[in-house]
């Protein structure tokens, strides 16, 4: 059973490798579960968060010291179950054997046949983040599930109250051969990093990334890692600013900027860049009159985030960076119950500042100029590629370069993260960014092994193709060597 208690490190590791070889015991004597146990595993995942949502939500408030009810039940909870609700709705068709055309055709005219079935990999490890922690637990458990495999989750340490939570509740609807709970600190992260598993999920930082990849490669575990970057919002001369700015605003203030694909930095031409401020000191007006003692402004996740943030505003002034604070009630967040910034565009922002140089995580947007779609192709480019990109107006070729001549991600266009929701649409990095896609089918596909399958037919045709060889078989190779 899951144990709500962080035991030691030594007894973590030995329960760590009795459940893996558990999991991985009973999925290779009990075989791949059928379409009724794999719903029914989905349906459980979706009751235990419905029934607990409450739970959730004050835990979630506790981790962060102020977060957003509102947006906990929109982020968190709805983005929990939507994507085990898509799984569950569309599981038979996802798990039906593929058809395949035979090459070359002649041989299934003669009953060849070849076809593609998805086989589960077996038992998935997910390390899930702490900006998200339900969703982006369930999101992935979603995908493993629907694919028929066992799962275990090691949840973030820097939501401690969500995380005892998620065990405590999962032991009430599963087994732990079928999905368990590892808790603790980087240790056992990593440690769980290096397990066996017959696929890993990673969502988190970059320079974690690296190390969970190197782990997962002592046993050449195939890995899905979902990491970040400075995602760009580009800003087109025919963009409309205050819908931009609103748009923009709500992505960047959302959870206080702590998430993945929130937009990190903006380049827009130099005559656009005043509108954009007024507008976007508007459309934080209108969401948040105030913030200091607002319910619905969230913290920052701990001190050492909201030094780090605060580290990242003082270094872009002391070189030159003008920083716009808005605070549309002017309050003192000097002296305050809970670490709280208010949201602050940098501009001037070079490339020496270390708000440049680092993904933010936080409510900074640091706006640069451009001269042409041509120079911000060029600076996106000579990034590492992010993992999402954004951009706001309404002409269609500057969209399409953009498209066609830069990596990333994903891409939304006139608005931000949304294709983050779009359940048939792949979500990864790319390069640094990540590696790998999920969510719905993708999602599916990515979790299941696809096993290639054919059918030889039973006439000797091909014998030709065994030595000695003879005149049938010259015959043959120049048929297929003709250009």
Same mark, same amino acid.
């Given at each position: 059973?899951?144990?709500?208690?962080?035991?030691?490190?030594?007894?973590?590791?030995?329960?760590?490798?009795?459940?893996?070889?558990?999991?991985?015991?009973?999925?290779?004597?009990?075989?791949?579960?059928?379409?009724?146990?794999?719903?029914?595993?989905?349906?459980?995942?979706?009751?235990?968060?419905?029934?607990?949502?409450?739970?959730?939500?004050?835990?979630?408030?506790?981790?962060?010291?102020?977060?957003?009810?509102?947006?906990?039940?929109?982020?968190?909870?709805?983005?929990?179950?939507?994507?085990?609700?898509?799984?569950?709705?569309?599981?038979?068709?996802?798990?039906?054997?593929?058809?395949?055309?035979?090459?070359?055709?002649?041989?299934?005219?003669?009953?060849?046949?070849?076809?593609?079935?998805?086989?589960?990999?077996?038992?998935?490890?997910?390390?899930?983040?702490?900006?998200?922690?339900?969703?982006?637990?369930?999101?992935?458990?979603?995908?493993?599930?629907?694919?028929?495999?066992?799962?275990?989750?090691?949840?973030?340490?820097?939501?401690?109250?969500?995380?005892?939570?998620?065990?405590?509740?999962?032991?009430?609807?599963?087994?732990?051969?079928?999905?368990?709970?590892?808790?603790?600190?980087?240790?056992?992260g990593a440690a769980f990093a290096g397990l066996a598993?017959?696929?890993?999920?990673?969502?988190?930082?970059?320079?974690?990334?690296?190390?969970?990849?190197? *782990?997962?490669? %002592?046993?050449? /575990?195939?890995?899905?890692?979902?990491? +970040?970057?400075?995602? #760009? =919002?580009?800003?087109?001369? @025919?963009?409309?600013?205050?819908?931009?700015?609103?748009?923009?605003?709500?992505?960047?203030?959302?959870?206080?900027?702590?998430?993945?694909?929130?937009?990190?930095?903006?380049?827009?031409?130099?005559?656009?860049?005043?509108?954009?401020?007024?507008?976007?000191?508007?459309?934080?007006?209108?969401?948040?009159?105030t913030m200091k003692d607002n319910a619905d402004y969230?913290?920052?996740?701990?001190?050492?985030?909201?030094?780090?943030?605060?580290?990242?505003?003082?270094?872009?002034?002391?070189?030159?960076?003008?920083?716009?604070?808005?605070?549309p009630a002017n309050e003192d967040f000097t002296q305050?119950?809970?670490?709280?910034?208010?949201?602050?565009?940098?501009?001037? *922002?070079?490339? %020496?500042?270390? /708000?440049?140089?680092?993904?933010?995580? +936080?409510?900074?947007? #640091? =706006?640069?100029?451009?001269? @042409?779609?041509?120079?911000?192709?060029?600076?996106?480019?000579?990034?590492?590629?992010?993992?999402?990109?954004?951009?706001?107006?309404?002409?269609?070729?500057?969209?399409?370069?953009?498209?066609?001549?830069?990596?990333?991600?994903?891409?939304?266009?006139?608005?931000?993260?949304?294709?983050?929701?779009?359940?048939?649409?792949?979500?990864?990095?790319?390069?640094?960014?990540?590696?790998?896609?999920?969510?719905?089918?993708?999602?599916?596909?990515?979790?299941?092994?696809?096993?290639?399958?054919?059918?030889?037919?039973?006439?000797?045709?091909?014998?030709?193709?065994?030595?000695?060889?003879?005149?049938?078989?010259?015959?043959?190779?120049?048929?297929?060597?003709?250009?």
């Amino acid at each position: 059973m899951n144990r709500p208690v962080q035991p030691s490190i030594e007894e973590t590791k030995a329960r760590m490798s009795a459940i893996l070889d558990l999991q991985k015991r009973l999925q290779t004597s009990k075989g791949p579960p059928d379409a009724r146990l794999r719903k029914d595993r989905l349906t459980r995942a979706i009751n235990l968060v419905l029934a607990h949502k409450d739970e959730f939500l004050n835990a979630l408030n506790e981790d962060f010291g102020a977060r957003s009810r509102e947006m906990s039940l929109f982020t968190d909870i709805s983005g929990a179950i939507g994507p085990l609700k898509y799984a569950r709705e569309r599981l038979d068709k996802w798990m039906a054997p593929q058809k395949r055309a035979v090459t070359p055709s002649a041989l299934g005219l003669f009953g060849a046949r070849a076809e593609v079935r998805y086989q589960p990999k077996g038992v998935l490890g997910v390390i899930s983040p702490w900006n998200f922690p339900i969703s982006l637990a369930f999101d992935a458990i979603a995908c493993a599930f629907a694919a028929g495999n066992r799962v275990m989750l090691k949840p973030s340490e820097y939501t401690p109250a969500t995380s005892a939570l998620m065990a405590q509740t999962v032991d009430l609807y599963f087994d732990e051969d079928e999905l368990a709970v590892i808790q603790g600190g980087p240790d056992v992260g990593a440690a769980f990093a290096g397990l066996a598993f017959d696929h890993l999920i990673f969502t988190g930082a970059t320079n974690v990334g690296r190390h969970v990849m190197r *782990a997962a490669a %002592d046993n050449l /575990v195939p890995v899905t890692l979902e990491l +970040g970057g400075k995602s #760009p =919002v580009v800003i087109g001369k @025919s963009a409309d600013l205050a819908k931009t700015a609103a748009r923009v605003m709500q992505g960047k203030t959302m959870n206080a900027g702590q998430i993945c694909l929130a937009p990190d930095y903006v380049l827009a031409p130099s005559e656009s860049v005043p509108a954009f401020i007024e507008a976007s000191k508007a459309a934080v007006a209108k969401m948040y009159p105030t913030m200091k003692d607002n319910a619905d402004y969230t913290s920052i996740i701990n001190q050492r985030h909201y030094d780090r943030i605060s580290g990242l505003i003082a270094d872009a002034k002391a070189k030159g960076g003008e920083i716009v604070t808005i605070n549309p009630a002017n309050e003192d967040f000097t002296q305050q119950e809970h670490r709280k910034i208010p949201p602050t565009i940098i501009l001037n *922002a070079t490339d %020496d500042m270390q /708000v440049m140089q680092e993904e933010i995580f +936080g409510p900074l947007l #640091p =706006v640069r100029t451009v001269a @042409s779609i041509d120079g911000a192709i060029a600076e996106i480019n000579a990034r590492a590629r992010p993992l999402a990109l954004y951009y706001f107006g309404e002409d269609n070729a500057e969209s399409e370069a953009l498209l066609e001549r830069t990596h990333s991600g994903g891409v939304t266009i006139n608005d931000v993260i949304f294709h983050f929701a779009m359940d048939e649409l792949p979500f990864g990095g790319v390069g640094p960014s990540g590696m790998g896609a999920y969510h719905g089918h993708r999602g599916f596909i990515e979790f299941s092994h696809e096993k290639a399958i054919y059918r030889q037919i039973s006439a000797e045709l091909l014998a030709m193709l065994r030595p000695p060889y003879g005149a049938a078989f010259r015959k043959q190779m120049a048929a297929r060597l003709k250009p």
